[in-house]
């Protein structure tokens, strides 16, 4: 197979594989088309400050796995039916992987973002998920204002499972427009509750629980993709530039938590820590949570994102 000598190594030593073998121009932009014929996504997507005023629920704001997304509502085959996608996800999570969730993700300007949102963004103890100011129409896609340091499992808590996550960027994505950050081998200590034990080493250095881990930048061009496990480190900066960073997210569980077959597997017996998470969060009342990671907090804290 193309690569996979260095996908299996970037894979069990990184936690993170920058895949080559772009999805083509054509298929990226169409599905572009697509999202700007249904969503006219500017300044006009957000709520006034009456009309959130009004309904200041977190809940069933956000794209779920299996209703309110447009990630449902297009032809994703180009992606799911790729063959090469499909034998580099065999390798890493195993036969009969199963999608849980698809969605898109808007990392959306600074210069669009009301100023009222702001405030209330720094009252709300810095969250960055914007789909609560959104218009409901517009609420088919996941808005981000950065996003801090954390990894994936945290929305899966008491639960046992080995996923990665697949991101695509469906346009170019430079220094400017919210490029992910990914700390490698920070899988190392398996799962630990938010916010992460995390301080600014230098400019691509962090350091998390007294260890010094490389930040890795992702910058790509329309059709790039990423994989990364579900114990990794990752966040956005806020989106500086003139044009939304538009990608797809998708989050693929292993069949057999208990398999010790696949890359995940083999990546699982590396860490030095848990393996599920008990609790989430130790900044929030979980009891008060419904769903999504990011919700409403007990004190007001900075972000996490360490530029």
Known sequence: MENYKKIKTDFLNLGIVDIKNKFKNKDCLHILTLLNKNFSLGKNIFKTENEYLKS??????????????????????????????????????????KIILKKFVVQVPEKW????????IK???????????VLKKYQKLTYFRGVDYHMDLVEHKKEKVKFITLYIYLNKVGKSNSPLN????????????????????????????NNIFKKRILIGGIGSF??????SLHGAEKNKSDVP????????KSKNFNSRNSLIDKLFTKIDGNDYLDKARTDVDEKNIKKGWLTQKRKVRKSLILN
């Open 56 to 97: 200041q629920s977190n809940i069933g704001v956000n794209p779920e796995a299996k209703k309110n997304n447009f990630a449902l509502d297009v032809d994703l085959d180009f992606i799911e039916k790729n063959v090469y996608l499909k034998k580099t996800l065999t390798k890493i999570l195993g036969k009969n992987y």
């Open 182 to 209: 990914v700390i490698e081998k920070s899988f190392k200590f398996g799962a630990t509750k938010f916010p992460h034990n995390l301080k600014k080493h230098s400019k691509n250095k962090i350091i998390y629980n």
């Open 113 to 120: 973002i009301p100023a009222w949102i702001k405030r209330k």
């Open 226 to 231: 990423y994989i990364w496990s579900c114990l």
């Open 245 to 252: 960073r538009i990608s797809l997210r998708y989050k693929i």
């Open 123 to 133: 009252q709300k103890n810095n969250n960055p998920n914007l789909n609560a100011y």
